[in-house]
């Protein structure tokens, strides 16, 4: 008989496979035949399949709270996933730069303010077409240069809202492409006045936000209409106008 | 009411309609509010019982919703929406283990095995039951039997398909499941 062929033990090895009808039907058979006479075997084939059908079978559970709320508020302001600067900000063992303080911050963003505002009111003021004649007239205005003798900073790229359009896409790809270049041409002559620290950290984050600007133009080159991917591409290449634009202020090294 | 309301929600369907995908894919917020709202308890129900903590699984569900919204655009509907966000949802679950098993092993130095059978004997019973419910056992297995558990049992995964998202051998899910039923038995029968 095929069933004296099956101990106890040999029934829990094949209790699996008989569950899922991957065992062949002499097996299967043999495993039958022994939970008929087994009690312990036969209690143990009751309880499994018991368990494995209620599970099957459990109920969509509920959370506590709504958690749209927290969801909606990460993705209206999307951000390009910046992992190093990410994980270290989570860590708290991470020893802020001095520069990442809130005065040097709140200096610089001040600085920046008065510089952005000064540059986009009088390029408004000269130029009716708008916010795509700032790159090319921001870099030698009197009022950016009269702010403490900090070099000529192009205004913040135009924030565009709906990008999905084609007709939009190349000119302000080549706007943030002029005020990528100039603020480039800036930070690489002030990098000697740099800590040589600062300019690792500035660095190793213009990396990432250049790998997430790759990322995003190889995606869009894959679905050229998606407006996720183009916001996407804009807020990476705004990311890195704006820390570029907050180097380009840096106070030199002491 | 609310339960009659409540059971009717139930019984519809998760899949939405391709337009709210659709556009939700395209930026469109309101669209995804829909989609979440239609998807929202069968992800969380995954996450609760992969984790076993209902608290890490409401940021989990949240995380998994965002990274859907950034991701949306590459779904190409060669599967079923619901199926590409459940298989997103085991992911992120998993790679929250990943994260959490780096720092667990950064701190003890020691091996990456959770699978203690330590958190399972020693944790008390739900103190609302004399008797543990299925749900309560679950949270309460050894995390890798869970998660096997969870993949096959729960949510209709195959060995094969479990051991492809685990990084173990179809073998070993096969062991873990077994590990997972006997374990609950004895939870249940306790």
């Not at chain 1, 959370?63 to 989570?90: H, K, Y």
């Not at chain 1, 520069?99 to 009088?122: D, N, R």
């Not at chain 2, 096969?174 to 029968?189: F, G, M």
């Amino acid at each position: 008989m095929i069933d004296q062929l099956f101990t106890c033990d040999q029934f829990d090895a094949a209790l699996s496979d008989y569950l899922e009808s991957t065992l062949d039907p002499a097996a299967r058979a043999a495993l039958e035949s022994h939970a008929v006479r087994c009690d312990r075997c036969r209690a143990l084939l009751a309880d499994v399949s018991a368990i494995t059908t209620s599970a099957a079978a459990l109920p969509e559970l509920e959370p506590s709270r709504d958690l749209w709320p927290g969801i909606v508020d990460r993705i209206a302001a999307p951000v390009v996933t910046l992992p190093v600067a990410g994980r270290r900000a989570a860590d708290r063992s991470f020893v802020r730069p001095w520069y990442l303080e809130p005065a040097p911050l709140a200096a610089a963003a001040a600085l920046l303010i008065a510089a952005t505002v000064s540059v986009t009111l009088l390029a408004t003021r000269t130029s009716p077409s708008g916010p795509s004649t700032v790159a090319s007239t921001g870099a030698s205005t009197p009022d950016t240069q009269s702010v403490d003798s900090l070099p000529a900073i192009p205004a913040p790229a135009p924030r565009v809202k709906n990008v999905g359009s084609k007709p939009n896409v190349v000119p302000v790809q080549q706007i943030y492409a002029s005020e990528i270049a100039e603020l480039d041409s800036i930070v690489r002559d002030r990098r000697s006045q740099l800590d040589t620290g600062t300019v690792a950290v500035i660095e190793k984050n213009l990396r990432i936000i250049d790998q997430a600007i790759a990322q995003s133009r190889a995606a869009l080159a894959r679905d050229p209409n998606s407006g996720f991917l183009h916001n996407q591409l804009n807020n990476a290449l705004n990311q890195k106008i704006a820390l570029l634009r907050t180097v380009a202020l840096l106070p030199a090294r002491t | 009411m609310l339960t009659a309301t409540m059971d009717v929600v139930a019984t519809i369907p998760s899949e939405e309609p391709p337009s709210d995908v659709a556009r939700a894919a395209a930026g469109d917020r309101q669209a995804f509010e829909r989609v979440y709202r239609a998807n929202m308890q069968r992800v969380f129900s995954i996450c609760v019982r992969m984790s076993g903590d209902r608290a890490r699984a409401e940021e989990l569900t949240q995380d998994v919703f965002v990274r859907a919204w950034e991701k949306l655009p590459l779904f190409r509907g060669e599967s079923a929406f619901s199926t590409w966000l459940h298989r997103l949802a085991v992911n992120v679950v998993l790679n929250d283990r990943k994260t959490q098993g780096r720092e667990r092993s950064r701190a003890a130095a020691g091996d990456d095995d959770e699978d203690t059978e330590e958190s399972y004997g020693a944790s008390a019973p739900p103190s609302h039951a004399d008797r543990m419910d299925l749900e309560a056992a679950i949270a309460l297995l050894p995390p890798g039997a869970r998660r096997v558990f969870v993949l096959h049992d729960v949510e209709g995964y195959r060995h094969e398909e479990i051991a492809e998202m685990l990084g173990v051998t179809s073998g070993g899910s096969k062991a873990q499941l077994h590990r997972a039923r006997l374990l609950l038995r004895e939870a249940l029968n306790r």
